[in-house]
């Protein structure tokens, strides 16, 4: 017996030993079946024969070692690692996370390998006659007796039961066929004639093969970032090297993928939330055997095992579904570039409006910086108009020269599109006597009034409930709802355009299965057409037709603690904006506001996001905010607010005694309650990523012994984005 060293999904910051057999073939990375309490637990195997383990009489033998070779081949290992360290999260968790559902339930990989099957030397010598009695096995055997045949080439001729009497008779056998790695396209791939500053950042990707080497292409909506992809991988795949592309969403974007797959003859697979767990182990094995030479997924495909990877691409680099928000909490861009780092490949990250994180990396130098300033067709950008709503009398929130306007361009047959950041028919419910709002009894938030479903529906924790009769106050009748959301803005639309179709975007208009397919079909198609939607619309969506984009109300947004909240909010409003002018009718935003001369509007609609984003990052700069300082956030959640803050306390305190941390808080979350739980906070900020580490390590260490620390329930965040 020897021992090995196991990585469990446990939240335990440590690993586990355990007895095996010293002939076992087990190498690191491999799953392995152990016992861990009353139960039998799937981990992975970190270090064979670790020289510091404990008595070994006292260890337990390992139940099964379930894979011949690793499931987490040795880069992806370290990756894992290094996510581990970085993030100062339990390591077997994140190992584990990184396997797809059915690995980690510890099935048999081999079970979803695809079949072949073949004769065994007895059914290679066998008589014909012996079989003259049964015609079918007759006829498969003759078969098998020319050739293997796969499992799916069998079933479409013969049936599982001649081929079970087969087998039964051992004339059979069944083998496992590995999928081969993808062949080189053999047609060269034509693509558009680039433009100069496309043609540029192709040149500087295709040099930029087989090292290490950051990008960012910098490009304005409608710029075809898409076409510097798509050509500057044609070359990599002659060589049989695998790219990743990772996408915020690709339900919203089903032309990205259709692209990739219409350009080149190679297997392109998608991997996304949608799919299903066997879906999902054969995306996993296409990608590990190279079978498949493209692999467009979102942020945790990142953790796929590739063959050859020879360039990662992040789409939409700045959006917020790249950072996963609970349990394991990493950013899918930074880890994708530390992918990069291992492989010695390449990453190519690609937005309209960058992260300043990105931009800065760019402006130093530390990446290469693609601009491409013009779109490609040679479209002018959108050209913004503010409309001041101050002493305006509005109609279903338009002013009348917001109307008119969209009036003006259904009359030509374009499409409009309005913009409303809320879904719902309105944000609450209000009594006219006495005020009194709907309010969620378990989060500091309203309830959304939901007219279609007839729901009041909490946004924040998800609880939903009929809509009340009286008002919660004075006992009135007099409900009513209170501002807007998209639900009404349809109706209302409606009503003032009887004529003109609407598709309404948002969550709730496409939860149906196949109903956002089929509004995306409705926009494509042609003709005069209303689309309202949420931040749905923000998502690289190639809408031709339109040439007008109402950004209905901002003014929620403009005025937020969050110091990211400027960003996020010019991050959407350029987004939204793009999506206007892309065919060939020019394109116009009308941008409604009370705050007309807010700094954040003019500077966006004057100026644009490139400038927008390089005084952005002077301020944070001179305030000493990311990515000028690095920052950490603590929160605790309990049913009372004083643990939270005294745990939060206990932290801080421990931070303050050791470390050259600058600590804000403890502080209640700018959301005070969420699911029936008070929220509290303590951020950590650091110029120096190794104090923040060590201040990290040294408090970590001590959390798990203070009894405070089973009353609430704690979180850390490095690099947080979602400051609520
Ligand atoms: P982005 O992703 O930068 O918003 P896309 O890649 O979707 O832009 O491209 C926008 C439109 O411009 C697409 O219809 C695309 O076919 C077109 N396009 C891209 N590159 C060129 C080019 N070099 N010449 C002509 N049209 C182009
Ligand atoms: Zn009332
Ligand atoms: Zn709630």
Same mark, same amino acid.
């Given at each position: 017996?020897?021992?090995?060293?196991?990585?469990?999904?446990?939240? *335990?910051?440590?690993?586990?030993?355990?007895?095996?057999?010293?002939?076992?073939?087990?190498?690191?990375?491999?799953?392995?079946?152990?016992?861990?309490?009353?139960?039998? =637990?799937?981990?992975?195997?970190?270090?064979?024969?670790?020289?510091?383990?404990?008595?070994?009489?006292?260890?337990?033998?390992?139940?099964?070692?379930?894979?011949?070779?690793?499931?987490?081949?040795?880069?992806?290992?370290?990756?894992?690692?290094?996510?581990?360290?970085?993030?100062?999260?339990?390591?077997?968790?994140?190992?584990?996370?990184? %396997?797809?559902?059915?690995?980690?339930?510890?099935?048999? *990989? &081999?079970? +979803? !390998?695809?079949?072949? +099957? !073949?004769?065994?030397?007895? @059914?290679?010598?066998?008589? &014909?006659?012996?079989?003259?009695?049964?015609?079918?096995?007759?006829? %498969?055997?003759?078969?098998?007796?020319?050739?293997? =045949? #796969?499992?799916?080439? *069998?079933?479409?001729? +013969?049936?599982?039961?001649? %081929?079970?009497?087969?087998?039964?008779?051992?004339?059979?056998?069944?083998?496992?066929?590995?999928?081969?790695?993808?062949?080189?396209?053999?047609?060269?791939?034509? @693509?558009?004639? *680039? #433009?100069? &500053? !496309?043609?540029?950042?192709?040149?500087?990707?295709?040099?930029?093969?087989?090292?290490?080497?950051?990008?960012?292409?910098?490009?304005?909506?409608?710029?075809?970032? #898409?076409?510097?992809?798509?050509?500057?991988?044609?070359?990599?795949?002659?060589?049989?090297?695998?790219?990743?592309?990772?996408?915020?969403?690709?339900?919203?974007?089903?032309?990205? %993928?259709?692209?990739f797959q219409a350009r080149f003859d190679v297997p392109v697979l998608c991997w996304h939330s949608a799919l299903t767990d066997s879906e999902r182990l054969h995306c996993w094995l296409q990608a590990s055997t190279g079978a498949a030479a493209i692999i467009i997924g979102t942020r945790s495909a990142l953790f796929l095992p590739f063959w050859r990877l020879g360039l990662i691409i992040i789409d939409e680099e700045h959006d917020q579904s790249l950072k996963q928000q609970d349990g394991f909490r990493y950013h899918a861009r930074d880890l994708a570039i530390k992918r990069a780092a291992l492989h010695h490949c390449p990453i190519l990250l690609g937005s309209a409006t960058p992260s300043l994180e990105s931009l800065h990396n760019a402006l130093s130098k530390r990446f290469i910086h693609l601009p491409l300033p013009d779109r490609a067709a040679g479209q002018a950008l959108p050209q913004f108009e503010l409309v001041d709503l101050k002493q305006q009398v509005l109609q279903f929130g338009l002013a009348s020269q917001t109307l008119a306007k969209i009036k003006q361009q259904l009359a030509q047959g374009s499409q409009v599109m309005l913009f409303l950041n809320r879904r719902g028919f309105a944000p609450a419910l209000s009594c006219q006597e006495c005020g009194w709002l709907t309010e969620c009894h378990r989060c500091s938030a309203f309830t959304t009034y939901h007219k279609q479903s007839r729901q009041l529906v909490c946004h924040h924790c998800g609880a939903s409930k009929a809509i009340p009769r009286q008002c919660g106050g004075c006992g009135s009748t007099q409900l009513k709802p209170l501002g807007q959301g998209t639900e009404q803005l349809e109706e209302n639309l409606q009503q003032l355009f009887p004529d003109v179709a609407i598709t309404r975007l948002d969550r709730d208009s496409t939860r149906r299965k196949g109903a956002l397919h089929q509004a995306l079909e409705d926009i494509h198609g042609s003709g005069a057409r209303l689309i309202v939607g949420t931040q749905m619309l923000a998502k690289g969506h190639h809408f031709p037709n339109v040439s007008l984009v109402v950004i209905v109300d901002v003014d929620g947004a403009l005025y937020s603690s969050d110091f990211r909240a400027p960003e996020q909010l010019a991050q959407l409003l350029t987004q939204v904006a793009g999506r206007a002018g892309r065919g060939s009718c020019g394109g116009t935003v009308l941008l409604q506001t009370h705050y007309p001369e807010h700094a954040l509007l003019q500077d966006i609609i004057n100026n644009g996001y490139a400038s927008f984003a390089r005084s952005a990052l002077l301020e944070r700069q001179q305030t000493c905010l990311p990515p000028y300082q690095h920052l950490a956030m603590f929160s605790a959640e309990a049913h009372q607010t004083d643990p939270c803050q005294q745990w939060l306390q206990q932290v801080a305190d421990g931070i303050a005694a050791v470390a050259t941390v600058q600590l804000l808080g403890p502080i209640p979350a700018p959301m005070e309650r969420r699911a029936g739980k008070y929220r509290w906070q303590l951020q950590l900020y650091s110029a120096n990523r190794s104090s923040m580490h060590q201040a990290l390590e040294h408090i970590l260490r001590l959390v798990s012994s203070w009894p405070l620390s089973r009353k609430v329930k704690w979180q850390l965040d490095v690099d947080p984005t979602d400051l609520t």
């Open positions: 017996m020897t021992v090995v060293r196991v990585a469990l999904p446990v939240p *335990l910051r440590q690993h586990f030993d355990y007895l095996i057999d010293a002939n076992a073939q087990v190498q690191v990375g491999c799953r392995v079946l152990v016992p861990f309490g009353n139960r039998k =637990l799937v981990g992975i195997v970190w270090q064979l024969d670790p020289n510091n383990s404990f008595d070994s009489n006292k260890l337990k033998p390992v139940v099964a070692v379930l894979d011949t070779d690793p499931v987490l081949p040795a880069l992806l290992c370290q990756l894992l690692s290094f996510a581990a360290d970085y993030y100062h999260y339990p390591l077997g968790e994140v190992l584990i996370s990184a %396997l797809p559902a059915l690995l980690r339930e510890g099935r048999n *990989l &081999a079970d +979803y !390998q695809p079949k072949a +099957y !073949q004769l065994t030397d007895n @059914g290679k010598q066998l008589d &014909a006659s012996t079989l003259k009695r049964s015609a079918k096995q007759l006829a %498969l055997w003759q078969t098998l007796l020319r050739h293997q =045949l #796969t499992e799916s080439a *069998l079933l479409q001729q +013969y049936s599982r039961a001649t %081929l079970k009497q087969l087998i039964d008779k051992q004339l059979a056998e069944e083998i496992i066929v590995p999928p081969q790695p993808f062949s080189a396209p053999q047609i060269a791939a034509k @693509g558009l004639k *680039l #433009t100069a &500053a !496309q043609a540029m950042a192709v040149t500087a990707v295709t040099k930029a093969f087989g090292r290490f080497e950051r990008l960012l292409l910098e490009g304005v909506t409608g710029s075809g970032k #898409t076409e510097v992809y798509l050509q500057s991988i044609a070359s990599l795949l002659s060589q049989q090297q695998q790219v990743l592309v990772i996408v915020p969403e690709i339900g919203l974007t089903p032309q990205t %993928l259709a692209r």
